[in-house]
């Protein structure tokens, strides 16, 4: 069964760091692109990042190009997310999922599977 289980959230004062886990079951992580996506209260759900597969390239959406960095364990099967200089308005419930590909560029929609519980970030002094 795919799965994708994400974690590392928490509670953390603006400028702070956290690195968020998405941890794969059912599937290799390096056989596929991933992304990040969080949702704020009230808003539309939004592609973060996304890591594709080869050459491992990247994109940031362009609210947190700088600050967030995401990479992938393949030994560990898992993607991370680094996130520093963080700012109240990267407060929400951030997801990982398998993402389309178009080239060697990852693109940040869900290609398959359903959404997990995600992991809650919230940003507060």
């Known amino acids: 069964q795919v799965q994708l289980v994400e974690s590392g959230g928490g509670l953390v004062q603006p400028g702070g760091s956290l690195r968020l886990s998405c941890a794969a079951s059912?599937?290799?992580?390096?056989?596929?692109?991933i992304g990040w996506f969080r949702q704020a209260p009230g808003k539309e759900r939004e592609g973060v990042s996304c890591?594709?597969?080869?050459?491992?390239?990247?994109d940031y959406a362009d609210s947190v190009k700088g600050r967030f960095t995401i990479s992938r364990d393949n030994v560990k099967n898992t993607v991370y997310l680094q996130m520093n200089m963080l700012k109240p308005e990267d407060t929400a419930v951030y997801h990982c999922?398998?993402?389309?590909?178009?080239?060697?560029?990852?693109?940040?929609?869900?290609?398959?599977?359903?959404w997990g519980q995600g992991t809650q970030v919230t940003v507060s002094s």
């Open positions: 059912g599937f290799n992580v390096d056989s596929y692109a």
């Open positions: 890591i594709s597969i080869g050459d491992d390239s990247t």
């Open positions: 999922a398998v993402v389309v590909r178009r080239g060697a560029m990852c693109v940040m929609a869900r290609l398959f599977g359903s």
